[in-house]
Structure formats: C-alpha cells, structure tokens
C-alpha cells in the first residue's frame, strides 16, 4: 500500500556519508521536530535526475528553508558511496542531504518502488517529492512515469 498525506513515515534507515565514513540515518533522525523535503530519484547520475531534479532542490534550497524546510533529503535505490559521489558532482554541498536506500527498503516500506529491469536497473523508487512535518506526510507529489512536474524543487516550493 502507497503512503498518502497523513500517515507516518514507516521506520527505516537510510546511509549517508559522514566525516568518518558511511553512516546510518533512521526516519525518526530525519524528521522528529522538523519539517523534511524528500525526494526520491529512480538512479542517481541519470539523464533527468542530474539534469533537472537534483540540481532543482540544490539551486532552491535557500527558498525553500526560507518556507520553513529545516532539510532538504534526496533519496535513490544506490549505495551511500554512488550518492555521496554524485552529491559532489551537483554540488549539494550542506543544502541537500544525500540518502542513500541501498537495499530499496524504504521505498518498498512507502509503497513507492518502480520495475528498471529493462533498463538493467532491478527495483528502484518512483520519482516523487514528499513534505514531512515532524515524521507525518502532509504533502506527496508522485510523477506518472516519464514525467518530471510535480516532484520539482519549483512544485514543493508551491505547496509550502
């Protein structure tokens, strides 16, 4: 079953390259006593991912703060060190944090995965962006396959 606005984030945990190396970050980390932009991404380094939607929250992430975003999270089915590489390449710097579901758990715990395989992917997330206040969904914005609308960094910052 999908989450939908008013639920729970499920628990989960994500990896994230630390000072020491990769280190886990748990759901409730993420979002007890905040406001959270997640999005999620098919794969990092792909066309759309790197083109538009990851450089889209990484050039708006002093709007959407501003809106009262305490973090910005991008997620993608890739291990902590193909995130943390691609993160650097987009220059996410300290505005996005960089979520690694090496293993599509919390993609399958929200509902939210979608078939690669013939593109050599295996089960990756769909392309959504979600607001999450204090652990709570108030906000999912799911693209219909192919499209890119609804998950941008512009299309958050409207529903703020």
């Known amino acids: 079953m999908t989450i939908k606005p008013g639920d729970r984030l499920p628990d989960a945990i994500f990896m994230t390259m630390g000072a020491d190396g990769p280190m886990p970050v748990?759901?409730?980390?993420?979002c007890q006593g905040k406001t959270v932009a997640l999005f999620a991404v098919p794969g990092a380094y792909t066309p759309t991912c790197s083109a538009k939607h990851l450089p889209g929250f990484v050039e708006k992430a002093s709007e959407l703060k501003a809106k009262g975003v305490d973090t910005i999270a991008c997620t993608s089915v890739n291990d902590v060190f193909v995130m943390n590489a691609w993160g650097q390449d987009q220059n996410a710097g300290e505005g996005?944090?960089?979520l690694a579901d090496g293993n599509g758990?919390?993609?399958?715990?929200?509902?939210?995965?979608?078939?690669?395989?013939?593109?050599?992917?295996?089960?990756r997330s769909q392309r959504y962006a979600m607001i999450i206040k204090d652990g709570v969904v108030s906000?999912?914005?799911v693209e219909?396959?192919?499209?890119?609308?609804v998950s941008s960094?512009?299309?958050?910052?409207?529903?703020l």
């Not at 748990?26 to 993420?30: K, P, V």
């Not at 219909?144 to 609308?149: Q, S």
Request: aromatic share 12%.
């Open 26 to 30: 748990t759901t409730q980390d993420l």
């Open 96 to 98: 996005v944090l960089m």
């Open 105 to 123: 758990d919390f993609a399958k715990a929200v509902g939210l995965t979608m078939d690669g395989s013939k593109f050599g992917m295996g089960t």
């Open 139 to 141: 906000g999912l914005f």
């Open 144 to 149: 219909e396959p192919g499209d890119f609308k």
């Open 153 to 159: 960094a512009d299309y958050v910052l409207e529903q």
